[in-house]
């Protein structure tokens, strides 16, 4: 029986984590932590029946305690819940399904603790990489990527010695608006952008892969997890999302993952690594697909990729300001307070106001975080 805990149950990653359990009963869930959704989280608690459950909020976890009085579940809130779940003495694995930099002290915590990460969270290595990798191998936990991308990748390097890549190829669908001129993009609407036509996820993230903010923010996740220079990271647009990523090595070969898409597929495997696991679902056929075409990215159009790669190049604490200025970017977006193009914007923005740190610590990150939230808020009073 492996024993899981998961932050963010009750999100895109978090639910589909649930469905794979259900699905496989070896897993027993242990904990589980939330944002808001405190009827999500009672149903999840009758069902999965953790030890211990947590809501961000000290009065949706009051809630919920009153919820589940009947039931025998500690019930815990804040940043103390966070840390205490993800360290469960019960728990192996700790999937960080959970949104935005809040994820770093608990996953800090779980590798101090001894628990593999099944990790979701992009905050977590895109502004802390330098501090969670080597803890990682300091504790000998792994990390296992749950992201489509990067777990293809992890896949292609099965076996194969990391020193002998070439090069990473990580693809991207191109979103709704692949092929669009900026002209075009200045008329887009919230509803337009949460149109993905391949993959089902959470708002942010759809918005993120529209912009294409979300593949520049795998990019530097991928330079963290497999250790390989920004120059050999390299962004294909694959529209039909079979090919999830791949890897070339030194002697030319290329080594890839397919199927179709389907965000179980990686989950499930990082739970289970290195076994493979039988899962329902759809199946790839090649006759009806037909052909799988592969194109160019376009920077220019798309600027939040460029602005990823600079920010990344900078290093330090400017990744923290690419994403903590596209969070609140999308945010203000999806609250149509500002227009889609005005999301790079404000993000270039932010960087070019930012004095980086070198070596951040946890406190300097965080406190890189707040300051790009200041800078927006006050870019937005101003506008």
Not at 101 to 122: E, F, H, S, V
């Amino acid at each position: 029986m492996k024993k899981i805990a998961i932050l963010g149950s009750t999100g895109s990653i978090g639910t589909q984590t649930l469905e794979v359990v259900r699905g496989n009963a070896d897993l027993q869930v242990v904990a589980l932590a939330a944002g808001s959704s405190v009827e999500k989280m009672e149903a999840q608690i009758r069902e999965f029946h953790p030890e211990i459950a947590g809501m961000w909020g000290e009065k949706e976890a009051r809630d919920l305690q009153e919820r589940v009085a009947d039931l025998d579940v500690k019930i815990a809130s804040g940043m103390e819940g966070l840390l205490e779940m993800a360290t469960w003495p019960e728990s192996q694995v700790l999937v960080t399904a959970i949104v935005g930099m809040i994820g770093i002290r608990p996953t800090i915590a779980a590798i101090q603790a001894g628990k593999d990460i099944a990790l979701a969270n992009k905050e977590t290595l895109v502004t802390a990489g330098h501090i969670i990798i080597p803890l990682a191998k300091k504790y000998g936990v792994s990390i296992l990527p749950v992201d489509s991308e990067h777990s293809a990748i992890f896949q292609s390097l099965n076996g194969e010695p990391a020193d002998k890549i070439e090069k990473i190829l990580l693809t991207a669908s191109g979103g709704p608006f692949r092929g669009w001129t900026r002209e075009a993009l200045a008329h887009v609407q919230v509803e337009d952008a949460l149109r993905h036509p391949n993959w089902s996820m959470g708002r942010k993230i759809t918005i993120d892969s529209s912009t294409l903010v979300n593949k520049g923010l795998e990019v530097m996740e991928a330079r963290w997890l497999f250790g390989v220079e920004l120059d050999r990271i390299q962004v294909l647009v694959h529209p039909q999302s079979i090919l999830h990523s791949a890897v070339q090595f030194v002697d030319g070969a290329i080594m890839a993952q397919m199927g179709v898409p389907d965000m179980k597929l990686p989950i499930q495997y990082a739970l289970f690594y290195p076994d493979r696991r039988s899962m329902a679902g759809g199946r790839v056929d090649f006759f009806t697909l037909g052909q799988m075409t592969f194109e160019k990215p376009d920077p220019d159009t798309f600027d939040g990729l460029r602005l990823a790669y600079e920010a990344a190049r900078a290093g330090g604490s400017m990744p923290t300001v690419y994403n903590a200025a596209n969070e609140r970017a999308v945010g203000l977006f999806l609250d149509r307070k500002i227009a889609y193009l005005q999301i790079s914007e404000l993000i270039g923005e932010a960087m070019g106001h930012h004095r980086v740190v070198r070596e951040p610590g946890v406190e300097e990150i965080l406190a890189a975080e707040q300051e790009t939230y200041e800078y927006i808020a006050g870019r937005i009073s101003r506008k």
